[in-house]
């Protein structure tokens, strides 16, 4: 029996990736990717390695989770090296705990290779530092999407008063509801927010509102998407640097080619 490698692929610019993620790639059997990945780390593989879409999308789950847990094991128990390359972090919001409590439980061999998530590194890459003296001294990561029925206006509740910063994955769906039940538990209507679309990718796209107006401008913007809500959004104004950097660098080609 070989090891699963349980990796972080960061969350889009393939620069992201920790070292110690990018030598499991390469000296992987088996990698089993997500759809969130940038593409371009499958080229660190071996030739001969086999590389295995897992293609979870909101939408259409072409492998349930039970197929997954299933197939690493089987890779695994066939004595090969398995990478499981998941978006981000595998321990956020990426149900890599699931993965490890079923390799745990067939006692295979695993580590964990964290990531840089992309709740973190969205906000960065669109210039909101998630905390700041003067504005933040608490932030959360929150899913937009919970199994808690009843009991969401609790958390939704809670999360209104008591942290700074939130930064809330999987939420754009239900990006108005999720502004009205803030306002509700007291928030400002005012409170700024900011949706950043493919964060670190050369599409990435922030629109920037109010929990009051964001709604109507957030206009075509889909998953994948952050939502930052809390006063630091305010200080992308002086910081936004990568979506500035790719506009320079395109009409420097667009001059070249010109
Ligand atoms: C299933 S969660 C996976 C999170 C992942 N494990 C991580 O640590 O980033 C998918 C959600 O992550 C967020 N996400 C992932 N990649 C993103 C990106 N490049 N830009 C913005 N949000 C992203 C979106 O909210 C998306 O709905």
Redesign the pocket.
């Known amino acids: 029996m070989r090891k699963v490698f349980l990796v972080?692929a960061g969350?889009?610019d393939p620069e992201l990736i920790t070292v110690k993620g990018l030598k499991a790639i390469q000296k992987a059997d088996v990698v089993l990717y997500d759809r969130?990945i940038n593409e371009e780390l499958l080229t660190y593989a071996k030739p001969e390695a086999e590389l295995v879409y897992c293609g979870k999308s909101p939408d259409n789950h072409s492998f349930s989770q039970e197929d997954i847990n299933k197939l690493l094991c089987n890779y695994a128990t066939q004595g090969k090296t398995v990478t499981r390359l998941?978006?981000?972090?595998?321990f956020?919001?990426?149900r890599g705990g699931e993965e490890a409590e079923e390799l745990a439980k067939r006692k295979i061999p695993f580590e964990i290779v964290p990531?840089i998530?992309?709740?973190s590194a969205?906000p960065a890459y669109a210039g909101i530092p998630l905390t700041h003296r003067d504005f933040s001294s608490s932030v959360a990561f929150v899913s937009g999407v919970t199994k808690l029925g009843a009991e969401e206006d609790q958390y939704w509740h809670h999360l209104a008063k008591s942290i700074d910063t939130l930064c809330i994955?999987?939420?754009v769906k239900k990006l108005p509801e999720i502004c009205n039940k803030l306002i509700q538990f007291g928030r400002p209507a005012t409170t700024p927010i900011a949706l950043?679309?493919?964060?670190?990718?050369n599409r990435q796209q922030t629109v920037v509102g109010t929990l009051a107006d964001i709604s109507e401008k957030m206009d075509h913007i889909t998953?994948?998407?952050?939502i930052i809500v809390g006063e630091v959004v305010t200080l992308r104004e002086k910081l936004q640097w990568f979506e500035q950097l790719h506009l320079e660098e395109d009409s420097k080609t667009q001059a070249f080619v010109g």
């Not at 998953?223 to 952050?226: G, H, R, Y």
């Open positions: 972080g969350p889009g969130l998941k978006g981000g972090d595998p956020i919001f990426g990531g998530s992309s709740g969205a994955y999987m939420g950043v679309h493919w964060g670190t990718t998953n994948p998407s952050m």
